[in-house]
């Protein structure tokens, strides 16, 4: 967790907040938090908010201002991570009690990404809280993930299957990890969108090995792309020898600095 907070500290914005709240008496998880080695006089971004309470029951979520929240986290329970299964469980509650409550409080939009739903809608109202905020659930179980991505109401990090991916690449080749350790820092290159009329022109014809070399004379490594009526984008496409006509609100997924 102090890694954690570290990490956001070096990628938010000054003046951001950084909301804790779990069932840990303040002073104890400050105390935790310092003896993990947190330096508190460090964070030069952030501002810990810290609130007690029971992340499964409702009135206690319904005490934060979860409606003004621009990304939530929702972290596995550490009491219960002996068992993936219940640990998947009170994350899901807790991710169904957060949007149900934006839901209630957020006003509701006639047209948003989830319009096929009708007003007052249980599924419409989840859909149209997920618009106004991010949240990324901790999942340890691969199964559970089937149920949010059938959902669309969040986004989730598999962290188990992560961290074993991550330890397979680098015993396969250990200079894997100099890229992992570049992609991963708060410094340097990472995953950028990149707007299509930075590699070519409106209606040029080119294959994504084109694209591919126009990028790398910007010093940048195209990955993937969104077309732009597609919902996902593809990556590593698996035809990158046909041509094709891109438009101007394609994108592309370019490893590669911020400008």
Known sequence: MEDMIMVLDAFLAPGSELWMF???LEIDRERK???GGLDFS??????LVHREGNAVIRRHLESLPLESFDSILIL??????DSAIQADSRSL???LLIRDTQAKRLPYKEAFRGGSFSEGSWMGDMLQASDKSVIISEILDPRTKNLLAMSKISDYVLSNELVSMALAMVAEDRQINYVLEELFAEEGNELQIRQSDLYLREDEELNFFEVMLRARQRKEVVIGYRLEDAERAIINPPNKVSRRRWSRKDV??????KE
Request: hydrophobic share 50%.
């Open 93 to 95: 509650a807790t991710l």
């Open 22 to 24: 779990n069932d840990v």
């Open 76 to 81: 596995a329970d550490e009491s219960v991570e």
């Open 33 to 35: 938090l310092i003896e």
């Open 42 to 47: 460090r964070l030069e971004n952030v501002t």
């Open 252 to 257: 592309f997924v370019a490893i590669a600095e």
